[in-house]
Nanobody, 121 residues
Framework: QVQLVESGGGLVQAGGSLRLSCAAS????????MGWFRQAPGKEREFVGG???????TYLDSVKGRFTISRDYAKNTVHLQMNNLKPEDTAVYYC???????????????WGQGTQVTVSS
């Protein structure tokens, strides 16, 4: 089992930036893929972005050019830099990690507890 601890999030005005971090521990692997999902009130959880063990990334179309995923492999940590935030980005953001390396990231594996991101207009 992989344990995930998220940090970051909060309240920001439209156009602002936030950075989320997620640290993995436990039964991690060299092939682990990591990333982020989000869930807004009344909506289903959706994929935001992911990063493979080789650095390959993929993003939700609506966040391309605004969000960037990076990874510290030595610390088993993934970051989500969110720039030019919009009110529609408001959601609870969840970290996801799949130690089996299934790609694209589809919600298998472990989940973080979630962190709230609120963007005011």
């Amino acid at each position: 089992q992989v344990q995930l601890v998220e940090s970051g999030g909060g309240l920001v005005q439209a156009g602002g930036s936030l950075r989320l971090s997620c640290a993995a521990s436990g039964r991690t692997s060299s092939r682990m893929v990591m990333g982020w999902f989000r869930q807004a009130p009344g909506k289903e959880r959706e994929f935001v972005g992911g990063i493979k063990y080789d650095g390959t990334t993929t993003y939700l179309d609506s966040v391309k050019g605004r969000f960037t995923i990076s990874r510290d492999y030595a610390k088993n940590t993934v970051h989500l830099q969110m720039n030019n935030l919009k009110p529609e980005d408001t959601a609870v953001y969840y970290c996801n990690a799949d130690p089996l390396g299934r790609w694209p990231l589809s919600g298998f594996g472990s989940w973080g507890q979630g962190t709230q991101v609120t963007v005011s207009s």
